[in-house]
């Protein structure tokens, strides 16, 4: 059974700060997905990472896939208010159509 | 862009009704995904279809059933609605490529009272 954690669970930093969210997984998989929620609202895709090494770039924010460790990375530059939101990732296995495995979620507070 | 579309923001029901929840999608997607989403829990797979009248269950399909009659409107039923199904039910919907990503609609709160 696949499982996917991420931490932490909450953060809260302060604007202008660094922080980096990890998300664990613990089964073979080549494609990492990560989401935005905002309160009260739907899931917003914000990067699909492919295979191993892979990095995307969005702003402040920059993901990252090491198949080999099962491990990805949200690394939030310089924070700002508007990034506060919940960040999901997910992971795809193989030959499992096309199912997703949700990370329990990291609720971001940039506090002025 | 993809729009994926649900019947209602919010709902509330008594319990022991039936309850049918519709997601369209306008992007022609074979696949999509039912998902609820509680506190503390994360997103849950209830069922998933990957065509018309396919499906396949996912981690907690107990007290659900699905139909999917044409390939952009894929609905969740509650036969007999419960308190323990209150919940945020989010729908999905993806392309077989290889990127497989989904996209989601703004989601149901249901209220089962």
């Known amino acids: 059974e696949l499982k996917v954690e991420q931490n932490p669970l909450f953060l809260s930093m302060q604007e202008g700060k660094n922080y980096t969210i990890y998300c664990n997984y613990s089964?073979?998989?080549?494609?990492l997905y990560w989401y935005r929620q905002d309160p009260g609202k739907s899931l917003e895709s914000l990067f699909v990472?492919?295979?191993?090494?892979a990095v995307k770039q969005e702003g402040r924010l920059m993901a990252s896939l090491d198949t080999k460790a099962r491990l990805s990375t949200l690394h939030i530059t310089a924070a700002v208010h508007d990034l506060s939101a919940t960040y999901f990732c997910a992971v795809d296995i193989k030959n499992a159509g096309n199912m997703l495995t949700f990370g329990g979620g990291t609720r971001l507070m940039v506090k002025p | 862009d993809v729009k994926v579309t649900q019947s209602s923001r919010y709902l509330v029901k008594r319990t022991g009704e039936k309850v049918f929840l519709e997601c369209v999608q306008d992007?022609?997607?074979?696949?999509m995904f039912w998902y609820r989403q509680d506190p503390g829990l994360g997103l849950r797979l209830i069922y998933f279809?990957?065509?018309?009248?396919?499906?396949e269950k996912g981690d907690i399909p107990e007290g659900y059933s699905v139909s999917r009659e044409k390939k952009e409107r894929f609905s969740l039923i509650l036969e007999s609605a419960s308190t323990n199904q209150t919940s945020m039910y989010l729908c999905?919907?993806?392309?077989?490529?290889?990127?497989?990503?989904?996209?989601f609609g703004p989601g149901t709160r249901l209220t089962v009272l």
């Open positions: 999905a919907s993806s392309i077989l490529d290889l990127r497989n990503e989904q996209f």
């Open positions: 990472l492919l295979s191993n090494g």
């Open positions: 992007m022609d997607h074979e696949n």
């Open positions: 279809s990957y065509d018309v009248k396919m499906k």
């Open positions: 089964t073979t998989s080549d494609r």
